[in-house]
């Protein structure tokens, strides 16, 4: 059984588009995505700066981009928008049992189980990344990583500080976030066991009430659209359960924005279901080293460039469609 997951934002690194354009086809694709969101894709992901790309406005749409070219290449079909969508088919023809995202990946996500076209999804994550930002720039916040620590005793010592447990990751890692200030004082005075507080690459903190604003405005453009049921099994964020209704899933996205992720339940259902095997799309990493740790004998595969799609390919045809 193949599970398929998305990256969320800090995934991102200047020029990670770039050998990803060079594929057939690629670049009018990202084009064309560009003029539907009014945003340069392929500027921001082959010459922009890390400052310029860790723009939330930029990060989001650019994530999600780079996620559904990604895996459109391990088929070699083109993501196309068909014209008249009336039934959920995966994006592609991709052969995942069970799809997932981290935070944006969501999205991504959303569109691999076609419950969301990918110019829908494209135009989603652009109205939630302008959301998000505006939010964040209301107040100075951030997101840090503990590595480390028993979660007995992390999350109480957060909760004392202000801060909010925004993404629980497990694997022995959960990410804070806050205020300036309280992420301040959390790095000045670590809790009991946690080895490294490590600040992460967004400009807000994310999956928090700082981002209340921003679900509003995610709610109104997500009622503008037509979600169609997953036709593969769909994770979700907020508790780690399938969910089999594009109405739901829609919700899910919505209310996600502003509550934490909780990716530990996420990896617990992968393996409640028989995950065999688990490949991360473009700019793939982050989730197949939490996998290595919360999911020992599952092998696990990156897309970090395209050098990395025939080995993916193999381990596709292998385990697609297998229980274990």
Not at 59 to 80: C, F, N, W, Y
Not at 200 to 212: N, S, W
Not at 312 to 321: D, F, P, Q, T, V
Request: glycine share 10%; hydrophobic share 50%; proline share 6%.
């Amino acid at each position: 059984m193949l599970v398929l997951v998305a990256p969320g934002q800090g995934a991102q690194t200047p020029g990670f588009l770039t050998p990803w354009l060079d594929l057939p086809g690629a670049a009018d694709r990202v084009a064309s995505w560009s003029s539907a969101i009014g945003l340069d894709l392929v500027h921001y992901g082959t010459l922009a700066d890390a400052d310029e790309i860790r723009d939330t406005a930029v990060a989001q749409p650019l994530l999600v981009a780079a996620g559904i070219l990604s895996a459109a290449a391990l088929t070699g079909a083109d993501p196309v928008d068909a014209a008249d969508r009336t039934a959920a088919t995966p994006l592609a023809g991709l052969s995942a049992d069970v799809v997932a995202g981290h935070s944006v990946g969501e999205i991504t996500a959303a569109a691999f189980a076609g419950v969301l076209s990918p110019t829908e999804a494209l135009r989603l994550v652009r109205t939630r990344g302008l959301g998000m930002a505006e939010a964040a720039a209301a107040t100075e916040t951030g997101m840090a990583a503990l590595l480390g620590g028993d979660p007995e005793v992390v999350l109480p010592y957060l909760e004392k500080l202000g801060l909010t447990a925004a993404n629980v990751n497990g694997a022995g890692q959960i990410v804070a976030a806050g205020t300036a200030a309280e992420l301040a004082a959390l790095a000045e005075d670590k809790p009991e066991g946690v080895r490294r507080v490590v600040p992460l690459k967004v400009a807000g903190a994310f999956h928090t009430r700082h981002m209340a604003p921003a679900v509003d405005v995610l709610r109104e453009a997500a009622g503008k659209l037509a979600p169609l049921d997953p036709a593969v099994a769909y994770v979700s964020n907020k508790d780690g359960r399938a969910v089999a209704s594009g109405g739901e899933v829609l919700d899910r996205l919505v209310g996600q924005v502003a509550n934490p992720v909780r990716w530990d339940l996420c990896m617990e259902t992968f393996k409640e279901l028989g995950a065999t095997a688990l490949v991360e799309v473009c700019p793939g990493g982050t989730l197949t080293g939490l996998a290595k740790r919360a999911l020992p004998g599952v092998p696990t595969l990156a897309l970090k460039t395209p050098d990395d799609l025939d080995a993916a390919r193999a381990l596709i045809a292998e385990h697609a469609g297998q229980t274990a």
